[in-house]
């Protein structure tokens, strides 16, 4: 018999994840980025929920306020992940994301699994750890699945997706306790691979980034599957494209064959 701890977590992510395989929807990008990477119908968050949902995805990743007023419709259709920190690009200097949506909140919007970034490097690296810690522990006691995106980012922070930069954010991670981690691509399926070992019992996710070309994006797909991720979480190289159920079919097809 698996111990109870073991047993909690693989219940805990079966919620979101299909044969220990997932592809997650993101669409947490207006406070980071603005309008501006939301062109023409991915500005409406029904657009996006249609997509997540006719796309079979295994869950839609929302902050907070969009959740509210989108996700009661589509509550019994696909899972939710609420992102539960966030900032601006109009603030310059070191990065510093603070928490703007409680467990409890995210509780009550019915998720399945909480996300935070942590920019680790930064001069308030430190607070993002603290608050992470926390969530950890509230998130637990409601059985939510913990995501950590983990991004290396500051002035000390000199090439953030370096081999040993990426492996070092998968890395945090499970030292940390989180569930899963969301990290950026290093250049090969080889330095990905030491990234995913890097992260040990720890799930590792890609974070798909700005948009490439389809041919680009799966090579991308394939190789970090192959390094051992578990899957994606995917926004603009899906709803920014012309057909996004037909690039949702080739990526399925990759993560989950």
């Known amino acids: 018999m698996l111990p109870l701890l073991r047993k909690n977590e693989m219940d805990k992510l079966s919620k979101i994840t299909t044969n220990g395989k997932a592809i997650y929807l993101a669409y947490d990008h207006g406070i980071e980025h603005g309008p501006v990477d939301l062109k023409g119908r991915s500005l409406d968050p029904d657009y996006i929920l249609d997509i997540a949902v006719k796309g079979g995805y295994n869950a839609i990743v929302l902050q907070k306020g969009v959740a509210e007023k989108y996700y009661p419709a589509y509550r019994d259709k696909i899972p939710l992940i609420v992102k539960l920190n966030g900032k601006t690009r109009l603030v310059g200097g070191e990065p510093i994301s603070s928490q703007v949506c409680s467990v409890a909140e995210a509780v009550e919007l019915g998720a399945a699994a909480v996300g935070y970034t942590v920019y680790l490097g930064s001069q308030y690296e430190a607070k993002m750890l603290e608050e992470f810690g926390r969530i950890e522990e509230e998130a637990d006691k409601h ?22 930069i990426t492996a070092y954010a998968a890395r945090v991670g499970l030292e ?31 974070s798909g980034g700005p948009k490439v070309s389809d041919e680009e994006f799966l090579e991308i797909v394939e190789n970090i599957m192959e390094a051992g991720a578990i899957g994606l979480a995917v926004g603009r190289n899906v709803w920014q494209k012309e057909s996004p159920l037909d690039i949702t079919q080739k990526i399925k097809e990759i993560v989950f064959k």
Request: hydrophobic share 40%; charged share 30%.
């Open 143 to 164: 059985n939510l699945v913990v995501i950590g995106w983990m991004y290396p980012r500051g002035k000390e922070v000199k090439d953030d997706d370096s081999p040993e």
């Open 176 to 206: 940390l306790g989180a569930d899963m981690v969301k990290i950026k691509y290093c250049g090969s399926k080889e330095c990905f691979a030491q990234a995913v070992r890097a992260a040990g019992k720890t799930k590792v996710v890609l």
